[in-house]
Nanobody, 120 residues
Framework: QVQLVESGGGLVQAGRSLRLSCAASGSIFSINAVDWYRQAPGKQRELVAGITSGGNTNYADSVKGRFTISRDNAKNTVYLQMNSLKPEDTAVYYC??????????????WGQGTQVTVSS
C-alpha cells in the first residue's frame, strides 16, 4: 500500500508564500504523474498544477506565474511553492499521484489534504 501525506498548509496573509509537500511512502517502484488539486467550501475540486515523471508541468490559469510545482524523486516528494497568495486561494489542497508498484501495477492515490487559508 501507499500513503500520500500533504503538509505545509496554514494561515497566511495575502501576498505571502507557502510551500506544500506531498510525500509518498510504501511499496513504490516509481511515481508517475502527480497533481495538486484544491477544493474551496461550496465549490468543486479543481486541478491546480501537475507534473509528469519527466518533469513537464502544467498550471491552472488562476495560479500561473505564482505557483510552482516540482519534484524530488529521491525523496518521493512533490512540492507546490505558492507565492503572492490571494484570499481566493483559500482551500483544502490535495495531492493525487499515479504510482507504479513492484510488479508493475499502477494505482491512483489521494492524500488527506492540507488546509490553506489566506487572509486579506
Amino acid at each position: 500500500q501507499v500513503q500520500l501525506v500533504e503538509s505545509g498548509g496554514g494561515l497566511v496573509q495575502a501576498g505571502r508564500s507557502l510551500r506544500l509537500s506531498c510525500a509518498a511512502s510504501g511499496s513504490i517502484f516509481s511515481i508517475n504523474a502527480v497533481d495538486w488539486y484544491r477544493q474551496a467550501p461550496g465549490k468543486q475540486r479543481e486541478l491546480v498544477a501537475g507534473i509528469t515523471s519527466g518533469g513537464n508541468t502544467n498550471y491552472a490559469d488562476s495560479v500561473k506565474g505564482r505557483f510552482t510545482i516540482s519534484r524530488d524523486n529521491a525523496k518521493n516528494t512533490v512540492y507546490l511553492q505558492m507565492n503572492s497568495l490571494k484570499p481566493e486561494d483559500t482551500a483544502v489542497y490535495y495531492c493525487n499521484a499515479d504510482i507504479t508498484h513492484y510488479g508493475r501495477i499502477v494505482r491512483n492515490y489521494w492524500g488527506q489534504g492540507t488546509q490553506v487559508t489566506v487572509s486579506s
